[in-house]
C-alpha cells in the first residue's frame, strides 16, 4: 500500500482492525431513519431481500437513534448466532431428527432465509456492523468516525474494533485475537485490516476481486489427531438414538476432548468411521467436537463398525427409523431416557395444566422411583407427596386437587399432552375436532389421517408409529382406566364463520392469538398458520410481515384488530 501510494519508507498507515466474524453478511438500508430493506449479499450485485427476517433481530434498530437522521443509509454487515446458541440449536435439532448444522454460519445463514419469520424470531441471532454503502445526508472522512457514528445511532459494532497504526499495529492485534478467540462468545475466523482513510481508500480502489485497501488474516485451522475407543448409542429426550465416539482424550485448543457426536448412522456410514479408527478431530464452532475425517491409512484390520439398533439400549423398546428422516428413535412413553422432559411436557400449562407440578417435584418423584410413565402421575397419594422435602398436607392436597382436575381437560390438549413427534397445539386440536375421541384417534390409519386438512404424510405416519407401541397404548388405557376423560369441543353448528379461514400474523394487542383462534373456532372457522388461496381473511396486528404481503400479493381481505372485533360482535 505503501509503495502504491508513494508513501517514503518512515510514514505508517493507520488501519482499523477488526475481528473477521464467521456469518452471513447483510445490509441494511435506512430511509430518513426507518428501516426499509434488509438484504443478503448475494453475489455482490443481487441480494436476496430477506427484510421480514432481519427485522425480527433484537440488535438490529427499526429506527435509527438520532434528530436528523441521513436522507440514505447503507450500511453493510455480519449477522451471526453466538456460539451457546448454536450449540443449543444443534442439540434441539439432533433431538428432533434433524441434521445438525455444521458450524454457526451456516446456522445463521439458514435463519436469515427461513421462510417463516417466526422461526427467524426464535433464535437469538445478532449483528455487528462493519462498513457504509451508499450515504446521503451524511458524510464520514475514515472508517473509524463511520463506525462511531452507526454506533451512536443505535447500530451495533464490535467494541473489539481498535485503530492501529502500522503493520506491527495489525500484527500485534491479530496476536491478540488469536489467544482471545476461545474465550469469545461468538465464531471468528480471522481478523481484517482496512485503511482508515476514506480518501485513502478511494486512492487505493481496487482490483478485480478484492479491494487494495483491506486484507483478510485467517487463523490456522484447529484440528488433533486421536483415536476412536468406542461408538455407544445414548438416548435424548424426544428419543432420538445418537452414536457417540468415545475417544482417546486429546487437547484441541486448550480444551481436552473425549467425546464427539457422530450425529446419526447415515453419517457415522458416509465418514466410514468404527471403532478403533484413528481421526481428525476439530471443534465445530469452536464448541462442540466433531470427526473430520478417518486416517484409513492406518487401519489394523481389527476395527469394527456399530450397526444400527434394534432396541433401545436405555428400556429395550422399539426402534424405529421413520422414512424420510435420518433419526433412530425410541418409540416408548416409558424410556426412562425420555420420562423426565415426558412428564414435564404433559402436567405443562398448555397441555394437562396440572398447576403447581413443575419441575422441582417432578424430579423428585422421579427420584423416589413414585413415577416410571406420565400414566403412574394418576396413582398417586397424599403420602407419596409427604415424603418430598419441605411437603406439608395443604401443598400436597393441592398437588392432588391439580393431577386430579387434569381429567377432564379437552381432547386436544391431551392429544398435545401426549408428546406425539410433529403433532403440536394446532395439530392436536384437528384431530380432536376430526376423530372425537383418543379411542378413535388411536386405531386411524394414515389414510385417515390424511383426510385432514394440514395433516401430511409425515405427520400422519408419526401419529400411526406412535400408537403402534404397544407401551404407548398401554399407558393410554392406563390413563382411561384411572378416570381421565378427555372433552371435545364442539364448534358452533352454523357459526358466523363456518367454513371460513383466518389467518392471523404481527403483534396483536386487544388479544393474544390463541384467544383469536378460539374465537374463531367458537364460531365455525378454521385458523391457519399460513397463507393461501384458501384462506378468507387475514387479521394484522403491528409490524406484518410475509403473511401480510402474501395476502396483498393473492387478494386476500385483510383486517385490523377492530375491525375482526366488530365481526365477532355482529357474529354473536
Excluded at 455480519?78 to 444443534?90: D, T, W
Excluded at 409490524?543 to 360482535?569: C, D, I, N, Y
Aim: contains cysteine.
Amino acid at each position: 500500500m505503501k509503495r502504491f501510494l508513494g508513501l517514503p519508507p518512515g510514514e505508517e498507515i493507520a488501519y482499523v482492525c477488526e475481528p473477521k466474524m464467521d456469518g452471513l453478511a447483510i445490509e441494511l438500508v435506512y430511509e430518513r431513519g426507518e428501516l426499509t430493506v434488509g438484504a443478503t449479499r448475494g453475489d455482490g450485485f443481487v441480494g436476496e431481500n430477506v427484510t421480514h427476517n432481519l427485522r425480527t433481530v433484537r440488535t438490529i434498530p427499526l429506527r435509527l437513534r438520532c434528530d436528523a437522521p441521513p436522507e440514505l443509509l447503507e450500511v453493510r454487515g455480519e449477522v451471526y448466532l453466538p456460539l451457546a446458541a448454536f450449540q443449543k440449536l444443534n442439540a434441539q435439532r439432533e433431538e428432533e431428527g434433524e441434521p445438525p448444522f455444521a458450524n454457526p454460519r451456516n446456522a445463521a445463514a439458514g435463519s436469515i432465509r427461513q421462510l417463516d419469520s417466526r422461526i427467524t424470531a426464535r433464535r437469538p441471532l445478532s449483528l455487528f456492523c462493519y462498513a457504509p454503502g451508499e450515504v446521503r445526508g451524511a458524510a464520514f472522512a475514515s472508517q473509524e468516525e463511520f463506525l462511531a457514528a452507526v454506533a451512536a445511532w443505535g447500530l451495533p459494532v464490535n467494541p473489539l474494533v481498535r485503530r492501529v497504526t502500522g503493520v506491527a499495529g495489525i500484527l500485534a492485534f491479530y496476536r491478540e485475537m488469536t489467544d482471545r478467540r476461545d474465550t469469545l462468545p461468538y465464531e471468528i475466523d480471522g481478523v481484517v485490516a482496512k485503511v482508515d482513510s476514506f480518501p485513502l481508500q478511494r486512492e487505493l480502489g481496487e482490483k478485480s476481486r478484492s479491494p487494495r485497501w483491506a486484507v483478510a488474516i485467517k487463523f490456522p485451522p484447529r484440528q488433533a489427531v486421536t483415536v476412536v475407543e468406542d461408538i455407544v448409542p445414548s438416548v435424548g429426550r424426544t428419543g432420538v438414538i445418537t452414536p457417540t465416539a468415545n475417544l482417546r482424550p486429546v487437547e484441541v485448543s486448550g480444551v481436552t476432548v473425549s467425546r464427539a457426536t457422530l450425529h446419526n448412522w447415515e453419517e457415522m456410514e458416509r465418514k466410514d468411521i468404527r471403532i478403533g479408527d484413528t481421526v481428525v478431530i476439530e471443534r465445530a464452532g469452536d464448541v462442540i467436537p466433531a470427526v473430520v475425517r478417518v486416517l484409513t491409512e492406518q487401519r489394523t484390520g481389527d476395527e469394527r463398525f456399530l450397526p444400527v439398533p434394534t432396541a433401545c439400549p436405555e428400556c429395550g423398546s422399539e426402534v424405529v427409523k421413520i422414512p424420510d428422516e435420518v433419526a433412530v428413535r425410541c418409540m416408548g412413553l416409558s424410556c426412562p431416557a425420555q420420562i423426565r422432559e415426558a412428564i414435564i411436557h404433559f402436567a405443562s400449562r398448555d397441555a394437562m395444566d396440572m398447576e403447581g407440578l413443575g419441575e422441582k417435584y417432578i424430579e423428585q418423584l422421579l427420584r423416589l422411583g413414585l413415577v416410571k410413565n406420565v400414566a403412574d402421575l394418576y396413582a398417586l397419594a397424599r403420602e407419596d407427596f409427604m415424603r418430598f422435602d419441605r411437603m406439608g398436607e395443604k401443598l400436597a392436597e393441592n398437588l392432588l386437587n391439580a393431577i386430579e382436575a387434569s381429567k377432564g381437560r379437552e381432547l386436544s390438549r391431551f392429544i398435545f399432552a401426549l408428546g406425539i413427534r410433529h403433532v403440536g397445539e394446532h395439530t392436536a386440536k384437528l384431530l380432536a375436532t376430526s376423530f372425537g375421541s383418543i379411542d378413535n384417534l388411536t386405531r386411524a390409519t394414515e389414510e385417515e389421517l390424511l383426510t385432514i386438512r394440514e395433516v401430511g404424510p409425515q405427520v400422519a405416519r408419526s401419529i400411526v408409529t406412535f400408537f403402534h407401541n404397544e407401551g404407548n397404548r398401554e399407558t393410554v388405557r392406563r390413563m382411561l382406566a384411572a378416570g381421565v376423560a378427555p372433552t371435545v369441543e364442539e364448534k358452533k353448528v352454523g357459526g358466523r364463520f363456518t367454513g371460513k379461514t383466518f389467518v392471523f400474523t404481527g403483534a396483536l394487542t386487544r388479544f393474544t392469538r390463541s384467544e383469536a383462534q378460539k374465537m374463531v373456532e367458537g364460531e365455525g372457522g378454521h385458523a391457519a398458520g399460513s397463507v393461501s388461496k384458501k384462506t378468507d381473511y387475514v387479521v394484522a396486528g403491528a409490524e406484518a410481515g410475509s403473511k401480510l404481503a402474501k395476502a396483498r400479493e393473492l387478494g386476500v381481505t385483510v383486517l385490523g384488530e377492530e375491525e375482526f372485533l366488530q365481526m365477532m360482535k355482529e357474529a354473536t
